[in-house]
Every structure is written in C-alpha cells, then in structure tokens.
T-cell receptor
C-alpha cells in the first residue's frame, strides 16, 4: 500500500537520551517534511528536504537534525532529548511537480520525554 | 509576519451545514489548503484553492478570496464521522505551509 510509514508509533524517553524517529515513503516524492504538533498550536515545521541530498531548517529546528541519503527515507534525530520536545511528530511528503505540492502525512510518532 | 486564524471550536447538528472560516497572511501566496484530522490520527488532505472562487467536492466545498485573505470550508449534510479538527494552511512564496491551530468541529445528533 503506497504511503508513508513512521516508527516508532510511540515512545517514552528519558531526558538526555538520543532518539531517531524513522520515516519512509514509497510514493517517490521529492520533498519530505518533519512537523511537530502540540495542543493549541498549529503544525510547526522542524526540517524539510526538497530532494535527496538536501535539507533545510524550518520554524523550530533547534535540538533536531535530519538527513536525506535517498528519496525514500528521512530520519529525524533528537541528539539529547529535553521535556519540551514532548510532542506528536508527523512526517509528510509531497511532489512539487504535481501542480499543487499537496503534502501527505504519515501516522505520527507520539514522543514523551521525561 | 505570517499568520493563519480560524475558530478554535464549532458545534453543529447532524444533517446540517457548517462553514469554517479562515483568514490568512502569508509572505507570497501559492495556495490555500484544508485538511481533516480525526483525534489521534494524521491530517488528511481535503482541498486546495489557488484561484478565487468555490471548489466543490461532494459534501465538502472550499472557497477562496485572495483579495480578502479569506477562505472557508463548507460541510453539507453533516455526519457524525465529520467530527474532527479542520486545519487551514496557506502556502507561502517558498512553498512552505503555514498552519492554523485547527478548528475542532463537534457534531451533535
């Protein structure tokens, strides 16, 4: 089934630990995104990648890093987790050449940092 | 600055019609998106407007006025399964989406 998968579904993490959230898409989309969603706030862009081999910073990049070694995978790493990074994380992808650049979302990862 | 405003919560009755408004301010404009998000799930794409006017898609329609920085999502013949949050997002000149906080729609029988 075409789409985006994320792993893990949920995670409880001790502060100071390193964590990588995985995201894989099979739609061959060039662009990928990482968002966090917090209660009462809109989705906020953490990092994005317009194509394999390139990445860019979004609105809230501090404390996070990404890599885009190939078209399908876009992992997000928290180098040293802090409680303020407790959130729901969504990965999304889009194809800028499709005329609308509509973003399609993965199921999300619920992360709790204690 | 860039900003998207939409009501926090709305209540409507099953079978009725509801209109969810959104005003936007973006640096440049490359379209206005509406997504639906059920509790605990991912946002799913509903509609895209880049030209003024109404786009109809079954029970859902979306309207855009670029001169007013305004959009609305119209839901007809409401069903209980329409209970969800509706997210408005404007695409800026860098093709990044600026998101509203979402409107939680509660449908009552």
């Amino acid at each position: 089934i075409a789409g985006i998968t994320q792993a893990p579904t949920s995670q409880i993490l001790a502060a100071g630990r390193r964590m990588t959230l995985r995201c894989t898409q099979d739609m061959r989309h060039n662009a990928m995104y990482w968002y966090r969603q917090d209660l009462g706030l809109g989705l906020r862009l953490i990092h994005y990648s317009n194509t394999a081999g390139t990445t860019g910073k979004g609105e809230v990049p501090d404390g996070y890093s990404v890599s885009r070694a190939n078209t399908d995978d876009f992992p997000l790493t928290l180098a040293s987790a802090v409680p303020s990074q407790t959130s729901v994380y969504f990965c999304a992808s889009s194809e800028p050449g499709d005329g609308t650049d509509t973003q399609y979302f993965g199921p999300g990862t619920r992360l709790t940092v204690l | 600055g860039q900003n998207i405003d939409q009501p926090t919560e709305m209540t409507a009755t099953e079978g009725a019609i509801v209109q969810i408004n959104c005003t936007y301010q973006t640096s440049g404009f490359n379209g206005l998106f509406w997504y639906q998000q059920h509790a605990g799930e991912a946002p799913t794409f509903l509609s895209y407007n880049v030209l003024d006017g109404l786009e109809e898609k079954g029970r859902f329609s979306s309207f855009l006025s670029r001169s007013k920085g305004y959009s609305y999502l119209l839901l007809k013949e409401l069903q209980m399964k329409d209970s969800a949050s509706y997210l408005c997002a404007g695409m800026d000149s860098n093709y990044q989406l600026i998101w509203g906080a979402g409107t939680k729609l509660i449908i009552k029988p």
